[in-house]
């Protein structure tokens, strides 16, 4: 069963908004070095929404040869046109893929019957295991755990789901109600501090865009929380909650989580696709003054 820290990994892009496949190899070996157990590629804050087909095609048959068996990797198939989401599944699948992770529909509102149509018609047309995402702030509306726990018991490659939820009470709910009949299925945080309470309640880990920049530290978390080691937990819970103040620095938080990480020591560039601006000067040195304070990285002006 997929368990522990895994990253959604942001997506590298040149100064032209082209894939950066050198960047992108840096930034998955850092990760896999940081001890992380398994790396989501094109989800949200891999900017799946922002990519073409082709384009996304090319950075799958990538990262999979580049990860190379290292970790198990996760590829963010969702969309709101099913012949295309089945479409990219498979073809991930084809490639290597160890899993699809599977956004619901977003623009509309959709009721339980048409969510199920939906999944179902993924599952019944993919043989790689799939993950659902339930990410509600996004698609309007909140996967009912009941439905979760039909689709479960009837379609066997639907293994797990990423709970994007900021309560921790719906996550529960979805522990409590589908892993209870369903042992296997891994039920995942998609907010970063709400991960040792995720495990805590049952669940299965982390999938949280702040593994980008603190992959060692949220495997140390989990190996502390695993070794009942609670002073190590603490520490580390207090890291978290310094690096959540990232995520408010701009609305659109991607560029502020690829400035976080190139400040961290890599050669990239913090570009985001068309339409998403660059991050302003003041934005820039209050993500820096955020890892300064995690000691992430070293006050410069302290050394003088």
Same mark, same amino acid.
């Given at each position: 069963?997929?368990?522990?820290?895994?990253?959604?990994?942001?997506?590298?892009?040149?100064?032209?908004?082209?894939?950066?496949?050198?960047g992108n190899e840096e930034v998955i070996n850092s990760l896999i070095s940081g001890g992380v157990n398994g790396l989501l590629f094109l989800g949200s804050i891999g900017e799946f929404f922002a990519l073409t087909m082709e384009e996304k095609k090319k950075f799958i048959s990538f990262v999979i040869k580049t990860v190379n068996r290292r970790v198990p990797v996760l590829i963010g198939?969702?969309?709101?046109?099913?012949?295309?989401?089945?479409?990219?599944?498979?073809?991930?699948?084809?490639?290597?893929a160890d899993y699809a992770v599977v956004?619901?529909?977003?623009?509309f509102k959709l009721n339980d019957e048409s969510l199920y149509n939906y999944f179902s018609e993924?599952?019944?047309?993919?043989?790689?295991?799939?993950i659902l995402y339930n990410f509600p702030d996004r698609t309007a509306v909140n996967i009912n755990p009941k +439905?979760?726990?039909?689709?479960?018991? /009837?379609? @066997?490659? $639907?293994?797990?789901?990423?709970?994007?939820?900021? !309560?921790? %009470?719906?996550?529960?709910?979805?522990?409590?109600?589908?892993?209870?009949?369903v042992k296997d299925f891994?039920?995942?945080?998609?907010?970063d501090e709400y991960f040792i309470p995720n495990l805590l309640s049952g669940g299965n880990g982390l999938i949280g865009g702040l593994t980008n920049i603190a992959p060692g530290e949220f495997a140390k978390l989990y190996k502390a929380y695993n070794d009942k080691d609670f002073n190590t937990v603490e520490k580390l819970q207090l890291l978290v909650n310094v690096l959540m103040n990232i995520y408010?620095?701009?609305?659109?938080?991607?560029?502020?989580?690829?400035t976080a990480k190139m400040l961290s020591g890599y050669n990239i560039k913090p570009v985001c696709k068309s339409p998403a601006s660059? +991050?302003?000067?003041?934005?820039?040195? /209050?993500? @820096?003054? $955020?890892?300064?304070?995690?000691?992430?990285?070293? !006050?410069? %002006?302290?050394?003088?």
């Amino acid at each position: 069963m997929l368990k522990g820290v895994i990253t959604p990994v942001i997506t590298i892009l040149n100064e032209e908004r082209n894939l950066d496949f050198k960047g992108n190899e840096e930034v998955i070996n850092s990760l896999i070095s940081g001890g992380v157990n398994g790396l989501l590629f094109l989800g949200s804050i891999g900017e799946f929404f922002a990519l073409t087909m082709e384009e996304k095609k090319k950075f799958i048959s990538f990262v999979i040869k580049t990860v190379n068996r290292r970790v198990p990797v996760l590829i963010g198939t969702g969309g709101t046109v099913v012949e295309e989401v089945i479409e990219l599944t498979n073809f991930a699948y084809g490639q290597g893929a160890d899993y699809a992770v599977v956004i619901s529909p977003y623009y509309f509102k959709l009721n339980d019957e048409s969510l199920y149509n939906y999944f179902s018609e993924v599952a019944k047309n993919t043989k790689l295991p799939l993950i659902l995402y339930n990410f509600p702030d996004r698609t309007a509306v909140n996967i009912n755990p009941k +439905l979760v726990l039909k689709l479960a018991k /009837e379609f @066997k490659n $639907i293994v797990g789901i990423k709970d994007t939820v900021d !309560n921790i %009470s719906h996550t529960r709910q979805l522990i409590d109600t589908v892993k209870s009949q369903v042992k296997d299925f891994a039920v995942f945080s998609g907010f970063d501090e709400y991960f040792i309470p995720n495990l805590l309640s049952g669940g299965n880990g982390l999938i949280g865009g702040l593994t980008n920049i603190a992959p060692g530290e949220f495997a140390k978390l989990y190996k502390a929380y695993n070794d009942k080691d609670f002073n190590t937990v603490e520490k580390l819970q207090l890291l978290v909650n310094v690096l959540m103040n990232i995520y408010t620095v701009s609305d659109f938080f991607i560029p502020a989580i690829k400035t976080a990480k190139m400040l961290s020591g890599y050669n990239i560039k913090p570009v985001c696709k068309s339409p998403a601006s660059s +991050l302003s000067e003041s934005q820039v040195e /209050e993500i @820096k003054e $955020i890892l300064i304070r995690g000691k992430l990285i070293v !006050n410069e %002006s302290s050394l003088l």
